[in-house]
């Protein structure tokens, strides 16, 4: 089992930055693949972001691509997303996801077997 918990939402204007964490408990945080999703109002969750266990791979949204970089440090059982270059539409809560069984496409939704309960993140323009 395992529990994850975001922070680092907030307010913020257009072109600025944040850096979401995303807390994992349990000893086996090293050994899952990680992404971040996002919701806007009135919309699906989306894919951002994600993550290998390994820290090997990376893969983004074409939204997000050259802004936001996802990172984790095992250590602390913690995955990152630092977004620069805010824009409004990027306003939505963003939830972090645990995938124990290594998918092969972490941009679905379906292959995460954790979610925590979500930081908003608003820009203004």
């Given at each position: 089992?395992?529990?994850?918990?975001?922070?680092?939402?907030?307010?913020?204007?257009?072109?600025?930055?944040?850096?979401?964490?995303?807390?994992?408990?349990?000893?086996?945080?090293?050994?899952?693949?990680?992404?971040?999703f996002r919701q806007a109002?009135?919309?699906?969750?989306?894919?951002v972001a994600a993550i290998r266990?390994?820290?090997?791979?990376?893969?983004y949204a074409d939204s997000v691509k050259g802004r936001f970089t996802i990172s984790r440090d095992s250590?602390?059982?913690?995955?990152?997303?630092?977004?620069?270059?805010?824009?409004p539409e990027d306003t939505a809560v963003y939830y972090c996801g645990a995938d124990q069984a290594w998918g092969a496409n972490l941009a679905l939704y379906s292959v995460?077997?954790?979610?925590?309960?979500g930081t908003q993140v608003t820009v203004s323009s």
């Open positions: 089992q395992v529990q994850l918990v975001e922070s680092g939402g907030g307010l913020v204007q257009a072109g600025g930055s944040l850096r979401l964490s995303c807390a994992a408990s349990g000893r086996t945080f090293s050994r899952y693949d990680m992404g971040w109002p009135g919309k699906e969750r989306e894919f266990w390994s820290g090997g791979s990376t893969y250590a602390k059982n913690t995955v990152y997303l630092q977004m620069n270059n805010l824009r995460y077997d954790y979610w925590g309960q």
